[in-house]
């Protein structure tokens, strides 16, 4: 087995691809070692001390170092763990748990509520997050999720990769933003939430 990785916008996150499905559906984001005890991978993971956060996407894994840490000397002890769990076909989670609180693609853990009133608009944001944005998100070892719209504003939360990524406010910003505007007249701007 062979585990390809990628850099990353983030300089302190590489992606690594096992060159197999990670998560059958949705996305799982550890950021403390206490988060990582229903994932053995994660786990394994954080116990290496210089690891501040772990995401699983459909087909890869990033890896977030803390500050500090050197890649040149993390990167081949993490590919070792990744490398032991894929070939021992060991589960993701612990007790044959799915997961618990993955986000499968297209679900949203909506924090603001929408109106009702706003149900068009609010599938059209949908709509263009998961078919523009996602992908190319996902590209980059992250994920976006919907949080809400309320009065013009899109409330998106960063993953992975992305959520500590210099370049995430500017993403947000000028790329969603720009996106969502020129194809939803109601939206005014996007914040993170």
């Known amino acids: 087995m062979y585990i390809e990785t990628e850099l990353t916008p983030n300089p302190a996150t590489l992606k690594f691809l ?4 990670v998560m059958a559906a949705g996305t799982r984001e550890f950021t403390t070692p206490e988060e990582a005890a229903s994932s053995p991978l994660a786990e394994a993971l954080f116990e290496l001390g210089d690891v501040t956060g772990v995401f ?46 993955a986000v ?24 263009l997050l998961e078919t523009r944005v996602r992908p190319a998100v996902a590209n980059d070892g992250g994920d976006i999720i919907y949080r809400g719209f309320r009065e013009g504003v899109v409330y998106l939360t960063m993953q992975g990769a992305c959520a500590g990524c210099p370049s995430s406010s500017a993403t947000l910003k000028h790329g969603i933003e720009s996106l969502l505007k020129h194809y939803v007249p109601e939206v005014s701007e996007v914040r993170a939430a």
């Open 18 to 21: 096992p060159g197999q499905p």
């Open 56 to 101: 699983f996407g459909r087909d890869f894994v990033s890896v977030t170092a803390a500050p500090g840490a050197n890649w040149a000397d993390l990167k081949p002890q993490v590919v070792a763990i990744l490398l032991d769990h894929f070939v021992s076909g060991a589960p993701l989670f612990a007790g044959g748990d799915a997961g618990g609180i």
């Open 104 to 127: 499968p693609a297209g679900a949203d853990d909506e924090t603001f509520g929408d109106d009702p009133a706003d149900a068009d608009v609010v599938a059209q944001i949908k709509d």
